[in-house]
């Protein structure tokens, strides 16, 4: 998609279906860690060193991703260095590079930054969140120092090997300053040159799952005298384009209300929010957090304030100004983005990635526009049940 929103700007992503969830149990770690091992060592005849050098003076990034459920490439550049981009694209698809040397460097390196990690309570902290979210699912621990001597290197390089070596069922995307004839040539030479094959490949369901049941945990460290506390709720999800956007919206109306009530009001918290996600793959289900900072005493009192907020939106939705304030909010924000080429780029992929059509970029704005409050009800009734809820808190030791 040729734009002119940005100057000499271009940006592309690549995206294939498949992942680490082609690797067997056995393999996973070694899988999962495949991208750092090749990045490390640079790409083609030139090592990481060597490719920066190389680079240097030139506006451009790309890097190469493998992700639980797909693989693919990201990057950018300008009109001068396209020719240079698509010759990366190429060599990190055909001529991934590996060197045993830069990979004890790398293990090193990460053995160094582990050892602080360990050491930092929020780090921790984090961690407990990672594998408590994911019911201490194999595929979902939390990087450690045992961890990385599983890796394989020559199995990793292979598994990297085998997400690239088939651009078949990869789709490309650029969006940016260019026109079509200018790209044309590149395209038919770096990317219609690349190996190919008909074998489609697809992702596998190994039951990365979030948690299920009610659960309460507790991390005792440090000695600031501040509590983190996240309430998280999982279930369920009917994922479509007016579900999505919904939900947004209600992340956006509650974390107004509690930065009034909870932060403003009762000066109880040094920070609160609200965040969520959707999946649709391998199952249709969303994760809603509501996490804050605060004097540990205060804790039960905020909470207590926080899950009469979460009725008054189950009953009748905070109110048709709130829903008003944050329709027109999420109206313009869309509109300042429709604009800009992360946009498009992001809005094309996804659309692919969830298999709906493209048109649903011309309806968001009327969804956003015909919201009711009948509908945040109806979803937040649906989002806030403490069927999967989880407490988790870290205070001092």
């Known amino acids: ?13 690549a995206q294939s279906p498949g992942g680490t969830s082609l690797a067997s149990d056995e393999l996973f770690v070694s899988a999962d860690k495949a991208i750092d091992v090749v990045t490390y060592s640079g790409v083609g005849s030139f090592n990481a060193i060597e490719l920066n050098k190389k680079l240097s003076g030139k506006n451009l990034s790309i890097a190469p991703n493998i992700s639980s459920l797909s693989e693919g490439m990201s990057g950018s550049s300008t009109i001068e260095d396209l020719p240079t981009l698509f010759e990366l694209i190429y060599l990190y698809f055909t001529a991934p590079r590996f060197d045993e040397d830069d990979f004890e460097n790398y293990k090193n390196s990460e053995r160094e930054m582990l050892l602080d990690r360990q050491l ?4 921790v902290f984090s961690d407990l ?47 940016g300053s260019f026109d079509l004839e200018t790209v044309k040539p590149l395209v038919e030479t770096y990317l219609g040159g690349l190996p190919s094959t008909f074998k489609r490949e697809n992702w596998k369901d190994r039951d990365v799952d979030y948690f299920r049941g009610i659960h309460t945990h507790t991390l005792r460290m440090g000695l600031e005298p501040k509590s983190t506390t996240y309430l998280i709720y999982t279930g369920p999800f009917a994922y ?39 999946d649709k793959y391998p199952n249709q289900s969303y994760v809603f957090i509501i996490s804050f900072n605060s004097d540990p005493e205060r804790q039960e009192e905020i909470i207590e304030v926080i899950e009469q907020e979460i009725e008054n939106l189950k009953e009748n939705g905070l109110g048709q100004s709130y829903l008003d304030k944050v329709n027109q909010q999420m109206l313009q924000e869309y509109q300042e983005k429709y604009k800009t080429n992360n946009f498009w780029l992001s809005t094309f992929q996804f659309y692919d990635w969830i298999k709906e059509p493209y048109s649903n970029i011309y309806r968001v704005e009327q969804l956003h526009q015909q919201r009711t409050l009948k509908e945040i009800v109806n979803l937040a009734r649906k989002t806030f049940i403490k069927r999967n809820y989880m407490f988790l808190t870290h205070l001092p030791e």
Do not use: C
């Not at 040729?2 to 992503?13: A, E, Q, R, Y």
């Open 120 to 123: 930092d309570p929020e780090e």
């Open 240 to 278: 479509n384009i007016r579900n999505r956007l919904n939900f947004y919206a209600i992340e956006k109306m509650l974390n107004i209300r509690l930065n009034e009530t909870v932060r403003e009001k009762i000066g109880g918290v040094y920070s609160i929010g609200t965040y969520g996600w959707k």
């Open 129 to 175: 969140y990672i594998s408590k979210s994911y019911d201490n699912h194999y595929r979902v621990r939390p990087w450690t120092s045992e961890l990385i001597e599983e890796i394989d290197y020559e199995r990793a390089f292979q598994f990297y090997k085998e997400r690239f070596d088939n651009a078949g069922d990869f789709i490309f995307y650029f969006v």
């Open 1 to 13: 998609k040729p734009t002119d929103f940005k100057k000499n700007s271009i940006k592309f992503s």
